[in-house]
């Protein structure tokens, strides 16, 4: 599904198979290409049900971002957020086009 609004397109992935193929969580982001700014912009939202790999204590998720082609340079990185399996980030990230 495409979206425009306010001069920012929207790209929604909902129904995609291999998505919901895996048991290691899910994560919420949000895509927006900012018309007028010729940017980017990454919201990650949260993350649940993350798959704990370590039995002994909770995990201190993070969530690493990569713009291709040039992923070693274009690459960003939320907090981490200590002891959960259902981290809540609601952070925005911006690359310039």
């Known amino acids: ?21 895996t048991n290691f969580g899910t994560i919420k982001i949000g895509i927006h290409y900012l018309i007028h700014r010729s940017a980017l912009s990454v919201t990650v939202h949260a993350c649940k049900e993350l798959m704990n790999v370590n039995q002994r204590n909770l995990p201190d998720p993070y969530v690493r971002l990569y713009l291709i082609p040039d992923f070693k340079r274009d690459k960003k990185k939320t907090k981490s957020i200590h002891g959960t399996l259902n981290p809540t980030y609601d952070a925005l990230f911006e690359w310039q086009a």
Do not use: H, P, Q, Y
């Open 1 to 21: 599904k495409n979206r425009i609004t306010a001069g920012r397109k929207t790209l929604i992935i909902a129904d995609d198979l291999d998505l919901k193929s």
